[in-house]
């Protein structure tokens, strides 16, 4: 079930917050908390119950060695044998990562392993199951933290609403049991707080604005220039490659706040998942705003423990660069997201390094230079092949010829001696037109310069006018969802 469909706005929210609050009003709390697991799990099969099961059995597997590792870890902190708490540990993060490592990577290693002998084996096409790489790093991180005794004695149904809870289900943000759990035991969160559900309405439909009327905007002409074209001139290449870069963060941007927002209902809080990532200064900068849970989950559980910064210069470079580099292979079975994840591993090492120099730009070139980096960069997140990426990239650097729109040739026209053409409907083959320059400029613009969601939910005051203007982006999102689209980040 999609965050931007009529079923789920309509009919399934109303319904189980209504649910909710109506058996905590007669004081059903535990009937009200498996009252919203029973949702969550329906959520999550609707359209599809095959991976149900798995989800479940997860959860089960989990609970339990979790609950093993807290009681041994503080029976017998020093304990050996195949029941100390160190192998528990390891053989829970093994099965875990074996689970999706099977379903995610299983044929990537296949016909990675067909080309290297020369043998053809069969793929075995599994389809990946819905949310297999959240809730799976959300589960290793409980582990590691019963088995560092920072969880505390949490039942079963709690668990159960921490993995499962359904505005973070199927892409985040990653929480930590510490975040939420608590909240769900919370006496005072079990009744309406109007205050709460005035701003995740809000920042819900903001959310649902920014996918369904941005996002899927930028998907026409990002999707044209990558997947149907066969090559694509100066203006066309940098068209598409921006579309895709404001695709990729109104959408995953706008989910996160259909989940915060949807969170809020039930006075849960989600962590921040979005900080306006494209007013970045650096890219460490950047990765301290773009999906800063995964960001967090990265430094805590693999950055740190692979001796973060405190082994010198040389071995903090390389922690970095294996960091970023198994962000890119989490992110996608294929070799373009290992080098997507090897670029910005690069960039974190180079930043570091200029920056432990002394030097520093001025804020406009520190800014232009990122954004430049991340929009070339995104060229081979999207990219389905190698092929498809340096189509985009050949372009970009004008090698299929300077083609620029017709509207600039009175300022550019000295150009023409260079080999610069300039011609009208150059956007035709993205199907788009003279208003695609507009648009890109205009939201472009807005993530680099307006507030985000969370700020402009936090400035607004319950009057007259915030109503007309929630009122306003809920109606014009509400029309849009009849073009509806998965998000982006459903495939990892």
Not at 36 to 65: Q, R, T
Not at 183 to 199: G, K, M, S, V
Request: charged fraction near 15%; hydrophobic fraction near 50%; glycine fraction near 8%.
């Amino acid at each position: 079930m999609l965050f931007s469909s009529y079923i789920y706005i309509l009919l399934f929210l109303p319904v189980v917050v209504t649910g909710y609050f109506v058996l905590n009003r007669y004081r059903l709390i535990l009937a009200g908390r498996a009252w919203l697991v029973l949702a969550s799990l329906f959520f999550y099969s609707f359209g599809n119950p095959a991976y149900l099961p798995l989800l479940v059995a997860s959860i089960l597997f989990n609970y339990g060695l979790g609950t093993a590792l807290k009681k041994g870890k503080q029976a017998s902190p020093q304990r050996g044998g195949l029941l100390s708490p160190k192998v528990m540990l390891l053989f829970g993060i093994t099965v875990n990562l074996a689970l999706l490592g099977y379903f995610k990577y299983a044929d990537f290693f296949i016909s990675n392993f067909s080309a290297l002998t020369g043998h053809e084996f069969n793929l075995l096409h599994l389809m990946l199951p819905l949310a297999i790489s959240f809730f799976t790093f959300q589960q290793i991180a409980y582990l590691l933290d019963c088995r560092s005794l920072e969880t505390k004695e949490y039942d079963f149904l709690n668990y159960c609403l921490f993995v499962s809870f359904f505005p973070q289900l199927l892409a985040g943000p990653i929480v930590r049991h510490r975040e939420t759990m608590p909240q769900f035991t919370r006496l005072r969160n079990a009744l309406p707080n109007w205050r709460n559900i005035a701003h995740g309405i809000t920042i819900f439909f903001l959310g649902l604005f920014k996918k369904v009327i941005i996002a899927d905007t930028f998907a026409v002409w990002a999707d044209a220039g990558f997947d149907q074209l066969p090559a694509l001139n100066f203006t066309q290449a940098w068209t598409v490659s921006l579309s895709y870069t404001l695709q990729l963060y109104y959408d995953f941007s706008g989910y996160t706040d259909m989940a915060i927002g949807s969170a809020l209902l039930f006075n849960i809080r989600l962590p921040i998942n979005f900080y306006s990532p494209y007013k970045a200064l650096d890219i460490r900068d950047f990765w301290r705003r773009w999906h800063m849970t995964l960001s967090r989950w990265l430094r805590d559980y693999v950055y740190i423990p692979l001796g973060g910064s405190r082994q010198g210069t040389v071995r903090t470079c390389v922690n970095l660069f294996i960091t970023f580099l198994l962000c890119g292979l989490w992110h996608g079975s294929g070799w373009t997201f290992v080098l997507w994840g090897a670029m910005h591993g690069a960039a974190v090492v180079i930043n570091r390094l200029w920056q432990k120099l002394g030097f520093r730009l001025p804020s406009l070139p520190a800014w232009l230079l990122t954004f430049l980096f991340l929009n070339c960069s995104w060229v081979f997140f999207r990219a389905a092949t190698f092929a498809d990426a340096f189509k985009v990239i050949k372009g970009m650097l004008g090698l299929n010829g300077l083609v620029l729109p017709e509207m600039v040739r009175l300022p550019l026209g000295v150009l023409t001696p260079f080999g610069v053409r300039f011609e009208d409907d150059i956007l035709a083959a993205l199907n788009g037109d003279k208003l695609n320059m507009m648009v890109l400029v205009i939201f472009g613009l807005g993530a680099a310069l307006w507030r985000n969601s969370l700020q402009m939910a936090e400035k607004m005051k319950p009057d007259a006018r915030w109503a007309l203007f929630v009122v306003f982006i809920a109606i014009y999102g509400l029309l849009g969802v009849s073009r509806i689209s998965e998000f982006i980040y459903f495939q990892f």
